[in-house]
């Protein structure tokens, strides 16, 4: 899978919030999670290696554990408590 097609594939996977996926030359891969009203980031994780996120059922399991760590992170923001 091109950078370009893995890219595409992760962040449309965290619509309709605003995602940023990177991939740099040395392969480890970045996402910026963003709020699309404020701009705001929400979580930023880097570090990852492309090489371990080559297959559907990994770049499944990478997109679940985000969503649930951007879940764990509203839930402990007293302004998102406020608007639930």
Request: proline share 6%; glycine share 2%; hydrophobic share 45%.
């Amino acid at each position: 899978m091109s950078p370009l097609e893995f890219r595409q594939i992760v962040e449309s996977a965290f619509l309709p919030m605003k995602c940023t996926c990177s991939v740099a030359p040395d392969d480890s891969v970045t996402i910026q999670i963003r709020d699309p009203a404020t701009e705001a980031v929400l979580l930023n994780v880097a570090g990852l290696k492309r090489s371990e996120l080559g297959s559907s059922r990994a770049i499944s399991k990478i997109v679940l554990q985000i969503r649930q760590d951007l879940a764990a992170l509203q839930m402990a923001s007293p302004i998102c408590r406020r608007q639930m």
